[in-house]
């Protein structure tokens, strides 16, 4: 059995909710989340106690026992990247494999330190959006594509990351600057790469599916262009993944991915300040 540890910044949230049950079927029931910590209860929701109560999981008064009684590691806190620093401390010193939820960092430099902080220590270390492996986007040929319009829900702040991250697991690392074209109700984002392509993030609010146009892909019937909506089971395929990186310890996502996406969306937020100006990407 592969016991895993939970540490989040409060326990009462969808991710954490969902990975425990997704975790046990898919590893079918050689992981199992048996232990958890949270920095917080968070007014108007459940405590800690009482949700790990309810979910028949450990709660531990510290992160440093987590990490001791686990044999791999989950930093959550989707909805607040702020504490990601903070929560991975002791986990990215363990050498127990390390996944990072979403979105990995609020900015380039954080990223880099924590990365510096695994490598370090030899710890094995990813983050990625689930979104990544929408099967939509998986059986898509990228040659020769020139431009992406990428669309879907939520605010910026949290769920920016699911369409950045595609859009760099397809497009590649060479962002190099971007354009905020949205509103305060519908941010929009254009990023522009090095050679020349480009791709656009809309996101459009709650009612919002997430999709994709290209063009320049060998669309059915041999056109120039393609167009897809999400509906496969990209958290399945996600949490498979996750799987694997803790009976292997191999993340399945470059550094570098992450890295990027991290300057990306930082370079969107200083964009927002200045629309319609080209903001830089940093490196």
Known sequence: MITIGFIDYYLNEWHAEKYPAWIEEASAGRM??????????????????????????????????????????????????EYHE???????????????DKTFAPDLATAKRLFALAEAHGTPMYSTSALRYAAEYGALDMAGVGSVLSFG?????????????????????????????????????????????????????????????FHGTAAEGGGKSAFVTVQSDFFAAFIAKLVEFFDGGEPPVAKEETLAIAAVLEAGEKAAAAPFEWIAVAK
């Not at 859009?167 to 590649?172: D, K, S, T």
Request: aromatic fraction near 8%.
């Open 32 to 81: 199992k989340v048996a232990y958890a910590y949270g920095l917080a209860n968070v007014p108007g929701r459940p405590s800690n106690a009482e949700w790990c109560e309810r979910k028949g999981i450990t709660l531990l008064d510290s992160i440093a026992e987590v990490v001791e009684r686990c044999d791999a590691l989950v930093v959550l806190s989707p909805d607040n990247p």
């Open 86 to 100: 903070e929560l991975s401390q002791l986990p990215l010193r363990s050498g127990k494999p390390v996944f990072v």
């Open 153 to 213: 829900p939520g605010k910026y702040g949290n769920y920016a990351v699911h369409q950045a991250e595609p859009i760099v697991a397809l497009l590649g690392t060479g962002a190099e600057r971007v354009m905020w074209t949205g509103t305060a109700d519908t941010p929009a984002l254009v990023i522009g790469f090095a050679d020349g392509r480009q791709a656009t993030m809309h996101l459009y609010g709650d009612g919002c599916p997430f999709g994709m146009a």
